[in-house]
């Protein structure tokens, strides 16, 4: 079991250009999110999905495109990165049994936009 | 909306005990997270309350009240791996409505 992968590790963009985030996991779970850490703020939430073919907004969705399509896969796409996207950037995932094991997150994308 | 407090720094010596508050106002409530954060790291589960009273589990504990809208998580004989960012998250909703704390930096010194 790798469990939440999210690839790549690091990344810098220049203003402008578009990049894709994956994040794969492989524990059949039916919930995926993704959220943003930046210095002085707690994890806020961008996209998430409750199953393959369903995603919704977060709190901070613009910006940011998402699609699932299957099960195991939840891309993360900046459209056009601007500085203010300059962030880490976390995948997580989770079945309906929170209470147990709470969410899986990956490892991080650090993301600088220059 | 939604608010949540802890400490933002906090300083325990190795082999001792030591709390982590969490204060939090939110429409609505599910259940609390504690969350830990090694440096550079992503966050670990570590516990989920959803009724009122303490739950243990091995050196963590972590405490709910729900009327005062309070829980603290609680380490005990402390080692130096506990250095760690711990995070408390609302989860006043649906699967989308868990709000996080900036997180209490713990710092276990010798």
């Known amino acids: 079991n790798a469990g939440v992968t999210q690839t790549p590790k690091f990344q810098v963009l220049k203003t402008g250009q578009s990049m894709t985030l994956q994040c794969a996991q492989d524990?059949?779970?039916?919930?995926m999110s993704w959220y943003r850490q930046d210095p002085g703020m707690g994890l806020r939430l961008i996209h998430y999905?409750?199953?393959?073919?369903?995603?919704d907004q977060g709190e901070v969705p613009n910006g940011y495109n998402v699609s699932r399509s299957t099960t195991e896969d939840f891309p993360l796409r900046l459209l056009s990165a601007a500085p203010s996207q300059t962030s880490v950037y976390f995948c997580?995932?989770?079945?309906?049994?929170?209470?147990?094991?709470?969410?899986?997150f990956g490892s991080g994308t650090r993301l600088t936009v220059v | 909306g939604q608010n949540i407090d802890q400490p933002t720094e906090m300083t325990a010596t190795e082999g001792a005990i030591v709390q982590i508050n969490c204060t939090y106002q939110?429409?609505?409530?599910?259940?609390l997270f504690w969350y830990q954060q090694h440096a550079g790291e992503a966050p670990t589960f570590l516990s989920y309350?959803?009724?009122?009273g303490l739950e243990e589990k091995g050196r963590f504990s972590s405490f709910l009240s729900r009327s005062k809208g309070y829980s603290y998580l609680l380490l005990k004989e402390l080692q130096m791996k506990d250095s760690a960012s711990y995070l408390c998250?609302?989860?006043?909703?649906?699967?989308?409505?868990?709000?996080f704390g900036i997180g209490t930096k713990l710092q276990v010194i010798p």
């Open positions: 309350n959803v009724l009122d």
């Open positions: 997580a995932s989770s079945t309906p049994d929170r209470i147990n094991y709470g969410y899986t």
């Open positions: 999905s409750v199953g393959a073919g369903i995603t």
């Open positions: 998250a609302v989860n006043s909703g649906g699967y989308q409505k868990v709000t």
């Open positions: 524990m059949n779970h039916e919930y």
């Open positions: 939110t429409s609505g409530f599910n259940g």
